[in-house]
C-alpha cells in the first residue's frame, strides 16, 4: 500500500497571503495524484488530478505541481472561502490511498 | 448537472448487516466506474470499493475486504453497497463517488453521504 503523507498538518494563513502544501508518496505515483478541498459539514471537492489539471471551475489561485513521491499544492491569494481540509490522493496503485489531511486555518 | 444522491443509511448493530443506495443523475452511469470513500467521525477519508462502468471489476480495501460488496444497476442508474458483518469501526460517513473522464481513478464527482453508525 502506497502511504501519502502530508504537511503541515495545520497551516495558519492570513487572508491575501500565499499557503503551500505539502504531500509526500512512500513510492513513486507518476503524476497520478490528485487534491481535495472538503468544508466542515459538505463532501470533499475535486480542485487538481493528474498532479497539476485543475479541475472544471476551480478557480486559477489553485495550482498542483509535482511528480513521482514529491507534490505541491499551492493557493496564490487565499480568501476566506479557501479555509478548509485538503486532502491529496494517489491513484496510480490499488488500494487507492488518501494522505490524512492538512488544515488550513485563519491566522 | 451531475448528481449523486446516497441512501440507506442509519443504525445498526454490530455484526449487522445494512445497504447503501447511490442515485446517479446528469450523465450515463453504465460509461463509468464509481466507488465508496468513507470518513469516520472527525477523521479523514477512506476509500472503500470501486467498480468498473461494466460491472465486471471491483477493488476493497483490505478492511473491508470478504463482508462488503460493491454492485451497480446501470439500468437504473444505481450503486450499491451491501455491508454485512459490521464493526463499530466502520462507522463513517460513507460517500458515493465517480471515477473522472476517460475512467481516470480520481474522485470527479462526490454524493453528499449518508451516515452508517454501527453501536449496540
Known amino acids: 500500500e502506497i502511504v501519502m503523507t502530508q504537511s503541515p498538518a495545520t497551516l495558519s494563513v492570513s487572508p491575501g497571503e500565499r499557503a503551500t502544501l505539502s504531500c509526500r508518496a512512500s513510492?513513486?505515483?507518476?503524476?497520478?495524484l490528485a487534491w481535495y478541498q472538503q468544508k466542515p459539514g459538505q463532501a470533499p471537492r475535486l480542485l487538481i488530478y493528474?498532479?497539476?489539471t485543475r479541475a472544471t471551475v476551480i478557480p486559477a489561485r489553485f495550482s498542483g505541481s509535482g511528480s513521482g513521491t514529491e507534490f505541491t499544492l499551492t493557493i496564490s491569494s487565499l480568501q476566506s472561502e479557501d479555509f478548509a481540509v485538503y486532502y491529496c490522493q494517489q491513484y496510480n496503485n490499488w488500494p487507492l490511498t488518501f494522505g490524512g489531511g492538512t488544515k488550513v486555518e485563519i491566522k | 448537472e451531475v448528481q449523486l444522491l446516497e441512501s440507506g443509511g442509519g443504525l445498526v448493530q454490530p455484526g449487522g448487516s445494512l445497504r447503501l443506495s447511490c442515485a446517479a443523475s446528469g450523465f450515463t452511469l453504465s460509461s463509468y466506474g464509481m466507488r465508496w470513500v468513507r470518513q469516520a467521525p472527525g477523521k479523514g477519508l477512506e476509500w472503500v470499493s470501486d467498480i468498473s462502468a461494466s460491472g465486471r471489476t471491483t477493488h476493497y480495501g483490505d478492511s473491508v475486504k470478504g463482508r462488503f460488496t460493491i454492485s451497480r444497476d446501470n439500468s437504473k442508474n444505481i450503486l450499491y453497497l451491501q455491508m454485512n458483518g459490521l464493526r463499530a469501526e466502520d462507522t463513517a460517513v460513507y460517500y458515493c463517488?465517480?471515477?473522472?473522464?476517460?475512467?481516470?481513478?480520481?474522485?470527479?464527482?462526490w454524493g453528499q453521504g449518508t451516515l452508517v453508525t454501527v453501536s449496540s
Open positions: 513510492q513513486s505515483v507518476s503524476s497520478n
Open positions: 493528474g498532479a497539476s
Open positions: 463517488a465517480r471515477r473522472g473522464e476517460g475512467n481516470l481513478l480520481h474522485f470527479e464527482y
